[in-house]
């Protein structure tokens, strides 16, 4: 009854929204979506998700049960699925050769030999997780020493979706890219997926190339949008110490359309499970093909986002007297960004781990991420709470150091959060998007990025 049996091995922030869109899309093929884990998979099969993401519960209900299903049956998957795709996680290696940069592909590579084991039948397998360039030449390895004689195609076809947007990404996506062999049996299986985003993307926006440039595009995509923020952040400590402000720079920087205007907005650092960990793997690609003077090019984009978040700590202890031992200092949010509870790489960790070793007593507040911030400073020492209220988690604070953009935090009652607060009362805004001029008036000693601080001595 269903035109194509899909599957989806991994169903995190990527898997999950993914397949759940082309389930909404496309009721004729089955959607199966796997996992190792029985929690993640128990709460896909709830009204309550395993990740927040705006929309997503919305096109899940649309389709779960008519031609999405969330299971741990991962054989099954395997074995009733022409296409299979695998977005299971790629860290970052914690140990041994390429140590802190290389991508562990442990858990790629476990799946790969899964799917070679269960596989009667040929086989379209889809690498939806990023992936160092090359890695479908390992994956073919693996999955072509069957002696069962199935034959299976691999296609890179990397997601390009942000979190907090991901449904409007994957509803609308700029681009949709599907890399092949290019042999007659590449084409046909690179065809395959084609039709499947053919049925909801424009044609053009469907991009084919060969599998090498897919692979390698996402990796650049990312750097290249971790470089601009890093650009600007660099740019926001010059305008502090000359009076210049960065979001008038900024604007005027790119309302030149050979720059543009998105991703120039100054921020206490980029998070997320992507930026870094991608920018680490071109650095050890570089690397392991001699291209020193490439591979330094990239770091510095990392180095300038830890130079930002260690930037924004000294800017609290100094401002604040030059000690913040028992100061308490209410962090407003914890995700990497706004509307999501992901925290993966979030500056606000960092921001946490630096105030505590300075023996503030920090309070952290996030409407969606206060469960992540907990798992995430589980073994840090001091005087830490979690509070989901931002009004409780001001009451009494020296400082208010915002680290994500969530909408909320502009239309606070900021005059009853300063008459709660002890005095001098500060405001660090690490993301700019508070009124600075409202909150001097107000009495605060405001500190925005990349601008002239807003004080009272
Ligand atoms: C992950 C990668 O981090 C990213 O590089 C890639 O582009 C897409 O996949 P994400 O979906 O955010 O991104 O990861 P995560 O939320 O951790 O989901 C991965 C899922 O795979 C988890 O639910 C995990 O349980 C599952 N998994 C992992 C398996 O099912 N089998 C395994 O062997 C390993
Ligand atoms: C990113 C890519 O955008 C996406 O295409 C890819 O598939 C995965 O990685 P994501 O990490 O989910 O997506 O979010 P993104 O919107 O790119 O933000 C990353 C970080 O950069 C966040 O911490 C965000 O706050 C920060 N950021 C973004 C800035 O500091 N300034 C900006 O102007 C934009």
Known sequence: ???????????????????AVIAAKCPQYKVNVVDVSEARIKAWQTDTLPIYEPGLLEVVQAARGRNLFFSTDIRTAIRESEIIFVSVNTPTKTFGEGEGKAADLQYWEKVAREIRRESESPKIVIEKSTLPVKTAQTMENILNSNGKKVQFEVISNPEFLAEGTAIKDLLNPDRVLIGSRETPEGL???QEIVDIYANWVPKERILTSNIWSSELSKLVANAFLAQRISSINSISALCEKTDASVQEVANAVGMDTRIGSQFLKASVGFGGS?????????????????????AHYWDAVLRMNEYQESRFVKTVIREMFNTIVGKRIALFGFAFKANTSDTRETPAIYIAKKLL????????????????????????????????????????AHAVAVMTEWNLYSSLDWEKIYKSMEK??????????????????????????????????
């Open 424 to 457: 001098p009362a500060f405001v660090f805004d690490g993301r700019n998007i508070l009124d600075h001029a409202r909150l001097h008036k107000i009495g605060f000693n405001v500190y925005p990025l990349g601008r002239p601080p807003l004080k009272h001595f």
């Open 1 to 19: 009854m269903y035109s194509k049996r899909i599957s989806c091995i991994g169903a995190g922030y990527v898997g999950g929204p993914t397949m």
């Open 188 to 190: 046909k299986a690179r």
């Open 274 to 294: 992507c930026f870094k960990k991608d920018i680490l793997n071109l650095v050890y690609i570089c690397e392991s093909y001699g291209l020193h003077d490439v």
């Open 357 to 396: 070793e300075e023996k503030a007593e920090v309070v952290i507040t996030d409407p969606k991420a206060l469960e992540n911030a907990r798992l995430d400073l589980a073994g840090s020492t001091g005087e830490l709470d979690f509070v989901s209220d931002p009004y409780d988690a001001a009451l009494g």
